[in-house]
């Protein structure tokens, strides 16, 4: 067999091997818990499942492709958090693939590689840094990145008006998981009107052409999402949940140049690599044409690598999940600096470009594989008692049997408002949400709860008796500390309704803990369980 299809071979199984590993922690086996953001999606999901309608039956702010990707996980795996973990192994493979092949014609095959596997590791460490990863937004957002850069139109493309459709319909499904995941929408209209404003008279039209297709492909998924929703009257609560809740989240915190600083920590090399390669091809624009031949796909790399960074960190809080769709920008930025300097150094000094290249990949890995050694060797550290120590399919987590005895206040199958956001409760101990705010989150929000809404959640409330279980600590105080809740009027109804009709009854402590090279993943240390007097 030829030398090329060994190559081919060695590329494929070792980006299925980063994105194996790399995907690792956020599997069951060694999550058996899903953490807060997956839960509610997989709660959603679920819902979907049974008929029911995000925004209608369920309150949450993003957006509503997320939800149904979830559904299509659970499924194929006849419900359980398995099949989501499948889904997101097989976009994160799928956004690798295409971003190989899309770099393999700008900077050749191995620079590609490269390239690959170092945001790969990037996104691997982001992974295991951050405690409870897995089932992210960001995550089924970079096969449609992955999809626009592949299908972005070189300068002489014949069917350049086609690829724009399409670049357009990733784009709108990338606005679909989340509004804000949207950077290379932005640039490439940007560039688009920047080349009308320069060109001739002939290129403006052209440009228009391009835009006018590129609007058309981005409105089709939103168009069909808005009319799904406004037929299953869904369409206001959508705007509400979606677009006015994350308008009034937007620049609430306060963490932008922490949050970036902190990139450089978590995402290692790439970073340093591609932020210097920014600035020098920036500087060296002029002198890349005979290096690239076609520029466009230089422009839109140069433009939508500081758009994304903006976008991601519009809210001013510096999650670390907020990375991830920064990595295939990140990425190609690295490989075309790589492109241009192994052709404008000496002859002579190329062949030290190999040493070079896995200096840089020994670099990205060596933090990643220090948490690999963690997770492989014992997924869950135990504690004392061995809680976390096995996982297996006849019975519970161990993680879990700790949790058990809330079973006696609350059956399967009987509404139980888990306080704060812990909705991933409700998914795996099959425990419903008494109402479609399944989280108070939207009563924290100033000037977001209208009445209405606040009459709802507390109508829902009486009606059902929920049991209510207060997790501490959390990010909400607890329910008994009225004192701080005064700095939330929104939910102040509900805090008296609970201290006059309802009483606690017991507290379940709760002590299991995943470690990981210092960091931390606690289950919440006590339970505080609230029924109906």
Known sequence: MSKNFWNSIFVVLSLLAIVFSALFAASPAAQPIPHRDSGVFLYIAAGILDGKLPYLDFWDHKGPLIYYINAIGLSIASQSYWGVWMVEFVSLALSAALFFLTMRRFAGGTIAWVGASMWLLAFGHVFTTQFGAGNHVEEYALPFYAAQLYLYPTEKDERSNLRFLWVGIFAGLAVLLRPNLSSLLAAI?????????????????????????????????????????????????????????????????????????????????????????????????????????????VKLILVAAPLEIAFSLVSGFGYLHYFITWLPLLGGLACLFIR?????????????????????????????????????????????????????????????????????????????????????????????????????????????????????????????????????????????????????PKAMPLIRYIAENYSRVAEIPVNSYYLAEGREWALPQKWIVWVRD
């Open 189 to 297: 209209i940007l560039i688009a009107l920047w080349s009308m404003f320069r060109g001739t008279k002939q290129g403006r039209h052209s440009h228009l052409y391009s835009l006018l297709f590129l609007t058309l492909g981005a409105g089709t998924p939103l168009l069909i999402a808005a009319g799904y929703f406004w037929r299953n009257h869904a369409l206001r609560d959508l705007f509400s949940d979606v677009f006015l809740y994350n308008f009034l989240y937007a620049g609430r915190g306060n963490l932008y140049g922490e949050a970036f600083l902190n990139s450089f920590r978590v995402m290692g090399a790439l970073n340093y690599l591609a932020f210097l390669a920014w600035i020098a091809l920036i500087v060296s624009f002029n002198k890349l044409p005979k290096h690239f031949g076609d520029m466009g796909f």
């Open 340 to 488: 241009f300097i192994s052709q404008i150094v000496p002859v002579e000094t190329r062949r030290y470009f190999p040493t070079l290249l896995a200096a840089f990949l020994a670099i990205q890995a060596a933090p990643f594989a220090g948490d690999l050694r963690v997770y492989f060797q014992n997924p869950a550290k135990d504690n004392e008692n061995g809680a976390n120590s096995h996982i297996s399919d006849e019975s519970p987590p161990p993680a879990l049997t700790e949790i058990q005895p809330l079973y006696e206040f609350a059956p399967k199958g009987s509404p139980v408002l888990f306080w704060g956001n812990e909705v991933q409760f409700n998914f795996i101990m099959d425990l419903p949400s008494p109402s479609r705010y399944v989280y108070i989150y939207p009563f924290l929000m100033p000037d977001y709860a209208a009445p209405e809404m606040q009459r709802e959640f507390l109508d829902a409330i009486a009606q059902s008796q929920p049991v209510i279980v207060d997790i501490q600590p959390s990010l909400t105080p607890p329910i008994q500390s009225l004192k701080q809740w005064r700095q939330y």
